[in-house]
């Protein structure tokens, strides 16, 4: 089966520069390097949609020096990286609530989302100030203004149109969730998204992990049996 979409919850920047008594923004400058990689290789796959957990709503508790550096961090990335990403066919999109972002950061990242490739390979997804229940209360939100307009009844609202108002309607749902750095959570990343995901918990730190890992879990996903509910004898039949 071929991967459709791949999400990263990036975790484990700050260890890796305490092990290096460095500062904690020491491993977030050396987890650009990661994604930079990590986005090249997604790309040289053919992985049409990538989705990067980059700031959670929780985030804003971090101390605000470090909060302010990851801002400035993010500011600079977009303008240094997204002429390669526009030649490699990367167009890139934010979710979350962009409303808590300077108004500077604000208008960055709805420039860089109007640029488009010339030809389109892959969807990068960066979720900013992202949370799973975030996600589906705005849904919700939308789709009671949609029922109290009377543009759609109760009866007509099934998984698929609920999708419909979540952040991603227009992508497939997540088939490969990562996360680095030893934790086994889903932190409020996406919750709607990654129904049937199949999750992979990795101990690499985020700086650390390369694109011989990303492979190797690559590889680890085609091996596993996706059943969706279903029997392995259905399964079988079905791709016979
Ligand atoms: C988690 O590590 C990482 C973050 C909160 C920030 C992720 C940001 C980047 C990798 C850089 C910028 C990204 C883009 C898309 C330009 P942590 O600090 O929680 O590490 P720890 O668990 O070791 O403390």
């Known amino acids: 089966m071929t991967i459709k979409h791949i999400a990263i919850i990036m975790d484990g920047n700050g260890r890796w520069a305490t092990l290096r008594k460095r500062p904690r923004t020491f491993g977030h400058q050396a987890g650009v390097k990661t994604v930079r990689s990590t986005i090249k290789t997604c790309v040289e796959q053919g992985v049409p949609n990538l989705t990067l957990f980059a ?20 500011m600079r990335s977009l303008s240094k990286e997204t002429p390669e990403l526009l030649k490699q066919g990367v167009q890139q999109n934010f979710i979350g609530n962009l409303s808590r972002f300077s108004p500077k950061l604000q208008q960055k990242m709805k420039n860089v989302a109007a640029m488009r490739p010339e030809k389109l390979n892959m969807n990068l997804n960066i979720a900013v100030n992202y949370g799973g229940k975030w996600d589906v209360i705005q849904a919700a939100r939308k789709l009671g203004q949609d029922l109290s307009s009377k543009k759609i009844t109760a009866d007509e609202v099934s998984e698929g149109v609920f999708n419909n108002y979540m952040s991603l309607a227009d992508q497939p749902a997540v088939d490969l969730l990562i996360r680095t750095g030893g934790e086994h959570r889903i932190s409020n990343f996406l919750l709607w998204q990654i129904a049937y995901a199949e999750i992979f918990f990795e101990d690499v730190l985020w700086p650390d992990f390369n694109p011989e890992e990303l492979i190797r879990v690559m590889d680890q996903f085609h091996s596993r049996e996706r059943r969706f509910g279903k029997t392995s004898e259905q399964v079988n039949l079905d791709a016979n």
């Open 55 to 74: 700031f959670s709503s929780e985030n804003w508790s971090r101390p605000v020096k470090e909060v302010q550096k990851l801002m400035d961090l993010f």
